[in-house]
């Protein structure tokens, strides 16, 4: 074999590594795409039914046995929580006991961490609302789902990164 031959050997081989080297990179960053997503879609389901399980519940505490006429029956923003009596979460009656509820889940090795907030909303038509400590018609709910696999690389450095969902529940009687 020849000086010409050997050189060719010699670059043959080096494309060959560089072409594995890029197959590799890329199978890589699918895998990391993949599982980003699943840990997203994963989130995204458990703040989709804390958001459900609220809805599921009286406006008010005020309001889970009897219907109210006035705003001022209504449970005062300072007092959002769980009532007395109501040690775990079977046992709320109504949507403003889910205020500062935190729950943690573990699904598939992954730990989430899903935060809850209650607030009075102000409505004003056409599209404005504004959150407010006097008693309304209208509350946001707001869930939050952390976990140490979510990180947001669209920012440099990356950081971890929350995914939030908002719904505003409001009561309605009809007479």
């Known amino acids: 074999m020849g000086l010409g031959q050997t050189l060719l050997t010699i670059m043959a081989l080096m494309l060959m590594g560089r072409l594995i080297l890029s197959v590799n990179t890329t199978t890589l960053d699918i895998g990391f795409s993949k ?36 705003s001022t029956q209504l449970t005062a923003a300072a007092s959002f929580g769980p009532d007395a009596g109501e040690s775990s979460i079977a046992l709320f009656d109504d949507v403003d006991d889910f205020h500062n509820y935190v729950k943690l889940d573990t699904l598939q090795s992954v730990d989430y961490r899903s935060v809850l907030q209650v607030e009075y909303l102000t409505v004003t038509p056409p599209s404005t609302m504004t959150v407010s400590t006097t008693k309304s018609y209208s509350k946001r709910i707001t869930v939050k789902v952390t976990s140490p696999y979510l990180i947001d690389y669209s920012v440099t450095p990356a950081r971890p990164d929350t995914i939030t969902f908002q719904t505003v529940y409001s009561y309605w009687f009809f007479r």
């Open 35 to 70: 599982d980003m997503s699943e840990y997203r879609i994963v989130a995204t389901s458990l703040g989709t039914s804390m958001i459900e399980q609220t809805n599921a519940l009286a406006f008010d505490e005020a309001t889970v046995d009897t219907t109210i006429t006035v």
